[in-house]
């Protein structure tokens, strides 16, 4: 290993090779690998009767080996003096047809058109880096220079991604046709193998240039090629397959239950991704029985977003709990048909042995786990485009409960579920149907939003947190509950407000018209009277209400997203918590009145930051994560800050608690005005429990 090159820069020096070769000595350097590895695709692409320029030999056995099973028209060229001395002495008696010449590749004395392939083995990478790639360059024209029409360059390469678009810009300019081959690593060599794969470029020299480019990719010597529009496209291919490449390698060499490796496996047929896998293993120290070394959890269409799958806390306590050395947790995408389970293992099979952990042997059984043995369920019912928020589409999915939901996901960020009703027979559907099997062509007429139900845990916090105005006491009966909420999503926090809660209005601003018409679409979204949409942004409504100094609202709520996925908190975006933001909700707020803001933030030092600020305008805190999630709610009280904030929130918990009870039973059974009931299914006392003082 110490042999290896240093620097890219020592990779392309002559001098560098000239020291390289005499220490190396007699034995034979096989660079990515010796004939048996590569005669596949050599023997594609050059024929036996060819005549071929073997461009950096070295002291390769391959042109030895090639010529042994019957390529006699092999010219071997090298820039290092001792190592083509060293080449031609150790073939003069056994292959005497076999040249060693000291020639420098960019400068060649051979004839044009004279040579039907040049087979190039690890030079254009050594070449590339140097000068900027001009001797690569000088290389490559030489190269297309002594090829004749319908001959072949032939490199094997590592594939670096400034030598690949060096040599295939070269070769399109010319409109020659350019195929990359990504070779299979060999299985239990993980020691002595390389941890990027090794890849053949061939390009073919046309009579005439092609006039569109010609770019391919196969996977392995016979792989069926796949074409690519761009250059961009290819280098992108080579990338993924180079990431394979080191995230194989160090799975089988290392154990860590801390990394949360994850690929994507894509549709060889149309590129699209098919599943993603994501590596977890148990601790050092783990008491894991020896048989159960390695296991494949597949995740039930439409569970990939629950927090067991898409958090590394919930991947780890699932690998605790399946009891194996490495689980691989596969998660199915959107937009992909999958049969049953069955089908899934067998597709998954020939990949599962690359992610084995270290020492496994490669004829272990590997099983697959999964919840119940069901693929679970889902049917898009809506895609479309937000010019705000990007791509978005609305799926049906069945929950591990055996319930039916309705999801908004914007694809941008595919992990997270922006809006999320459950759903039930509609109130025209008498026909009873088992969950288990219904049918995507005839489910979503069948069913409606059941508004009683909220599915984010922490809308039914931020209900709860009602109970602070007293809503539901008998001394505030009949007394009008005004909230404004910035953030709309499909609608369920608004409407439960609406349907439930007594003698409430609720104003909603939202600020992309896409998602208010998907809400109203696809949610059943119904604004009156009671319930208004403010389309625009919210930071200039709230300053807009606030400048107006004529409406108050008993609580303001904060419930919108972050579209800026490189800042460490999610909900809401930075500017809404900025100072001046801040002191505007207060001022918008009566006197009993409430700051609810759900709160998203991964980033310590950002969270703690903000629960700065918003404690600076609002000495009276109270608290609550959200269980399984990253979420928090905090319940804020504009009181005066005399000195007493902790008193005062401790006083204000206790009420709450009091309170919840009333607030539990106002939430009655309420008609959606069709017709048809709905039943407020929250438990108000049990979310007030664990409130916090701050």
């Not at 470029?201 to 240039?209: G, I, N, S, Y």
């Not at 149309?270 to 993603?276: A, E, H, K």
């Not at 305008?617 to 999630?629: A, D, Q």
Request: aromatic content about 6%.
């Amino acid at each position: 290993m110490s042999l290896l090159p240093r620097t890219a820069e020592e990779f392309s020096s002559a001098e560098y090779w000239e020291r390289f070769f005499k220490k190396r000595g007699e034995k034979a350097f096989e660079w990515y690998g010796d004939y048996n590895k590569l005669c596949g695709v050599l023997h594609k692409y050059i024929k036996v009767q060819d005549k071929v320029l073997v461009v950096g030999c070295g002291n390769s056995e391959l042109s030895e080996q090639m010529y042994d099973v019957g390529y006699k028209h092999l010219t071997n060229i090298d820039i290092s003096e001792t190592v083509v001395t060293h080449m031609n002495q150790r073939n003069a008696e056994r292959r005497p047809g076999l040249t060693f010449q000291q020639v420098d590749a960019t400068q060649t004395p051979y004839e044009d058109a004279s040579y039907q392939a040049a087979l190039d083995k690890g030079t254009l990478d050594a070449m590339a880096s140097e000068e900027e790639g001009a001797l690569a360059r000088g290389m490559l024209a030489e190269v297309g220079r002594v090829l004749s029409v319908g001959g072949r360059y032939v490199c094997v390469t590592l594939a670096q991604e400034s030598v690949v678009q060096l040599a295939v810009e070269h070769f399109v300019q010319l409109g020659w046709a350019v195929r990359l081959h990504c070779l299979q690593e060999e299985s239990g060599k993980e020691e002595d193998s390389f941890a990027l794969p090794v890849f053949v470029l061939v390009c073919t020299k046309f009579r005439q240039p092609m006039p569109a480019p010609i770019l391919e990719m196969c996977l392995g010597e016979d792989g069926a090629p796949v074409r690519l529009a761009r250059a961009a496209d290819l280098l992108a291919a080579v990338r993924e397959r180079q990431a394979y490449g080191v995230l194989k390698k160090r799975l089988r060499t290392t154990t860590d239950a801390g990394s949360n490796l994850s690929l994507t496996l894509c549709r060889a047929e149309t590129g699209l991704p098919r599943y993603t896998l994501t590596v977890q293993d148990c601790p050092p120290g783990a008491k894991v029985p020896r048989s159960n070394q390695f296991a494949i959890f597949i995740v039930p269409q439409g569970s990939e977003t629950a927090w067991q799958y898409s958090s590394a806390e919930g991947r780890r306590q699932l690998a605790a709990s399946a009891n194996f050395r490495r689980l691989v947790i596969a998660a199915m995408h959107r937009n992909q048909e999958y049969s049953d389970m069955q089908a899934v293992q067998s597709e998954l099979s020939p990949m599962v042995m690359d992610l084995a952990p270290p020492g496994m042997p490669a004829n272990q059984q590997v099983p697959f786990l999964s919840v119940g043995g069901d693929l679970g369920w889902r049917e898009e019912v809506s895609r479309g485009v937000s010019e705000l928020s990007g791509e978005y589409c609305v799926e049906n999915v069945k929950g591990e409960d055996g319930e039916l939901y309705r999801r908004l996901v914007f694809l941008s960020n595919a992990s997270l579920v922006q809006s999320e009703s459950r759903l039930v027979p509609s109130a025209s559907s008498h026909k009873k149907r088992n969950k288990k099997k219904v049918k995507p062509a005839a489910s979503s007429a069948s069913l409606s939003v059941d508004s009683g139900f909220l599915c984010c845990a922490h809308h039914e916090v931020m209900v709860a947190g009602l109970a602070a105005l007293g809503v539901g006491t008998p001394e505030n009966k009949g007394v009008p509950v005004s909230v404004l909420l910035v953030g709309l999503g499909g609608g369920g926090l608004p409407q439960f407000l609406r349907d439930f809660v007594p003698d409430v209005t609720v104003e909603v601003v939202e600020l992309d018209p896409v998602v208010m018409r998907v809400a109203k679409e696809w949610f059943e979204f119904r604004p009156d009277e009671r319930l208004t949409v403010t389309l625009g942004d919210g930071l200039e409504r709230i300053c807009a209400l606030e400048r107006g100094g004529d409406r108050l609202f008993d609580a303001v709520m904060f419930d919108v997203d972050n579209k800026d996925s490189t800042v460490g908190m999610s909900c809401p975006p930075a500017a809404f918590v900025e100072t001046s933001i801040l002191q505007k909700v207060h001022r918008l707020l009566t006197p009993r009145g409430i700051f609810i803001l759900n709160l998203v933030c991964r980033d310590s030092a950002l969270r703690k930051s903000v629960r700065e600020r918003v404690a600076a305008e609002f000495p009276t805190i109270l608290s609550r994560k959200v269980e399984g999630e990253v979420n928090e709610v905090l319940l804020c009280s504009r009181g005066a800050d005399d000195g007493t904030s902790d008193a005062a929130a401790r006083i204000l918990l206790s009420s709450l608690n009091r309170a919840g009870k009333s607030l539990q039973g106002a939430l009655l059974l309420r008609s959606d005005g069709t017709g048809t009931n709905r039943q407020a299914h929250i438990d108000v006392a049990e979310l007030l429990k664990d409130l916090k003082v701050e």
